[in-house]
């Protein structure tokens, strides 16, 4: 397999680093020019407006959830559509079905007329999704329905207040693929589970049950179903959205302070090293593993 490049002149901190060469519309755009089709798609989520609570839901079934760019291109525009909405006074992610989230989906790859042409963008793709979770002053409550693995927990870890079912479990396999934390989880996991349980997880890909993720703090509540959910943790949602919010997203403010210069800094370096281990033999053989399977089937 050939090596693949990637592009390595992605957004930075304004503060520190010099403006990026394209937009995220130019990205995007460049995006679906390099598809192998241009057909017009369906949104990847599904938005409900349950009184002043945005409810995002990932949409993906067949893949279980698993995030490609589009879905990532939604997500981006959607918490952006919250954070400008005055009405929205609360975002709640959650999935459809029986998963939150399985990771990132390399089936997207087939929709490439190279593999280049899918990693062209990634980190200035990844930062700009992070940093809208970051920036948003609504609170985000994340729903984790089901297994909740790469991708989908490190964005979890960015949330405000997780609570989860008791089909839900945790997973970071970034080891395996030869890649290495991402969404600022090198940040995110020490702060929630300590030095030993963020090692566990992000150096060795162990998987986190429900029942432990409560223990460590990281979800206040684990119910039994979805119908548990609606009839108990619904209301309690409702009565918080009528609080009064410019004193709720204030302390928000307050309480991210002193970690946004952290979360900043872990993001640029993972991006940093992200850059360079996508190259590396672990990953791309298990991305050419994983593009010979596909046309064998």
Request: glycine residues 6%.
């Amino acid at each position: 397999m050939a090596s693949l490049k990637y592009e390595q002149q992605d957004l930075q901190d304004p503060i520190v680093e010099p403006a990026p060469p394209m937009s995220l519309k130019d990205i995007i755009k460049r995006d679906k020019d390099l598809r192998k089709s241009n057909k017009p798609r369906k949104s990847e989520l599904i938005k409900e407006l349950r009184g002043n609570i945005l409810v995002i839901k990932i949409n993906r079934l067949p893949s279980r959830n698993a995030l490609n760019r589009n879905a990532v291109y939604d997500l981006i525009a959607a918490i952006e559509q919250a954070t400008h909405n005055k009405n929205v006074k609360m975002i709640v992610l959650t999935g459809a079905g029986e998963f939150f989230c399985s990771g990132t989906d390399l089936k997207q790859l087939q929709e490439y007329r190279d593999p280049e042409d899918y990693f062209f963008g990634a980190n200035y793709i990844l930062r700009s999704l992070v940093k809208t979770i970051i920036v948003c002053p609504k609170v985000i409550v994340c729903l984790i329905n089901g297994p909740c693995i790469g991708i989908g927990f490190t964005l979890a870890a960015l949330c405000d207040i997780c609570v989860c079912t008791k089909g839900a479990f945790f997973q970071t396999p970034f080891s395996q693929l030869g890649l290495c934390a991402e969404a600022c989880s090198s940040y995110t996991f020490t702060q929630h589970f300590g030095q030993s349980w963020a090692s566990k997880l992000l150096l060795f890909g162990e998987k986190l049950s429900a029942e432990k993720a409560e223990q460590l703090g990281f979800v206040t509540r684990i119910y039994d179903d979805l119908q548990d959910v609606e009839s108990r943790l619904w209301p309690k949602l409702m009565e918080y959205a009528q609080l009064p919010w410019e004193s709720v997203t204030v302390t928000k403010s307050l309480m991210r302070l002193q970690h946004r210069e952290q979360l900043l800094k872990a993001l640029q370096a993972e991006l940093k090293e992200l850059g360079r281990l996508r190259r590396g033999p672990v990953y791309q053989k298990a991305v050419a593993d994983f593009l010979q399977k596909s046309k064998r089937n």
